[in-house]
C-alpha cells in the first residue's frame, strides 16, 4: 500500500479540528475526507472507501461508540483511531473492546497521530498472512515453536506469561485492554491486579530496566502496548 492511496475519513464535529487534521495529514501524503456527523461518516463508508478512520467519540447525531459499534456489526473492519478529549478512561476502554485500532488523546501532535496511523495500517495488513516468527529490538518471539529470545539468548516463560506475550505480538502496536488480556488468559477470572503480577515479571525477564520498560509499555487505566517490530526485521516466516 502506497501512502498516495491512502484515504482517511476524518469523523469530527469541531472545523478547526478538522482543519487541523486536513492540513497535516495531506502534508503527510495522505487523501482526506471529512465527515462531521454520524450520517455522512456512514455515507462516507459507504462512498469514499477510506483505508483509515479517525473517529470523535463526541458527535452531535450520535455517540462514537454506537457508530463503532455499528460499524463492526455490519463487519466493516477499517482501522479505526480513536480522537479522545480522555475525561474518561472508561470510554476509552469500551472503544477499544468494541474493536477500535487505537486512541489518540486531544490536543495531540501530528507527528504522534501520524504514527499511530502507520501503525494501525500496518497492522491490518499483517492480520492477512500468517507471519508466526516477531522481532523488535533485541526480542524475537517465535508464534509457531513458542520460542522466546532476548539477544539470542533463550528465555524461559510460565505458560501464563508466555499467553500474554503471544497476545501483545499479535497485537504489536496496539493497545490492549486489561479486559480482553484478562477474558483471553484467565477466561475474565482474574482481576487487574493479577494480570499486572505477570505483566511485571513478564518485564523482569524480556526487559533490561523492568522499571523503565522499553517492549511492553503502560497506557495508564486502559492496558498495555507492545513495541511494534522492526522495520528492519519484519515480521516473517518462521525457520
Not at 117 to 122: G, N, S, W
Not at 211 to 220: A, G, K, R
Request: charge should be neutral; charged fraction near 25%.
Amino acid at each position: 500500500m502506497s501512502i498516495s492511496a491512502v484515504t482517511i475519513l476524518v469523523v469530527d464535529d469541531e472545523p478547526p479540528i478538522r482543519k487541523l487534521l486536513r492540513v497535516g495529514l495531506t502534508s503527510e501524503g495522505y487523501a482526506v475526507v471529512e465527515a462531521s456527523n454520524a450520517r455522512t461518516a456512514i455515507e462516507s463508508v459507504a462512498h469514499e472507501r477510506p483505508d483509515l478512520i479517525l473517529l470523535d467519540l463526541g458527535l452531535p447525531d450520535m455517540s462514537g461508540h454506537d457508530l463503532l459499534a455499528r460499524w463492526r456489526g455490519e463487519g466493516i473492519e477499517l482501522p479505526v483511531v480513536i480522537l479522545s478529549s480522555r475525561t474518561d478512561e472508561n470510554g476509552i476502554v469500551r472503544a477499544l473492546e468494541q474493536g477500535a485500532d487505537d486512541y489518540v488523546t486531544k490536543p495531540f501532535g501530528m507527528k504522534e497521530l501520524a504514527a499511530r496511523i502507520r501503525v494501525a495500517l500496518r497492522h491490518r495488513l499483517q492480520q492477512q498472512g500468517e507471519r508466526p516468527v516477531f522481532h523488535t529490538g533485541e526480542l524475537s518471539v517465535d508464534l509457531v515453536k513458542r520460542i522466546v529470545k532476548v539477544a539470542g539468548k533463550d528465555v524461559k516463560l510460565s505458560p501464563k506469561e508466555y499467553d500474554i506475550l503471544r497476545i501483545l505480538v499479535q497485537h504489536a502496536g496496539k493497545v490492549i485492554t486489561h479486559q480482553h488480556l484478562l477474558h483471553q488468559v484467565w477466561g475474565g477470572s482474574a482481576d487487574v491486579q493479577y494480570l499486572r503480577v505477570y505483566v511485571r515479571q513478564l518485564r523482569q525477564k524480556i526487559e533490561r530496566s523492568p522499571d523503565d520498560p522499553y517492549y511492553i509499555t503502560t497506557e495508564t487505566g486502559v492496558g498495555y502496548r507492545l513495541r511494534e517490530a522492526d522495520p528492519e526485521q519484519p515480521v516473517g516466516p518462521a525457520g
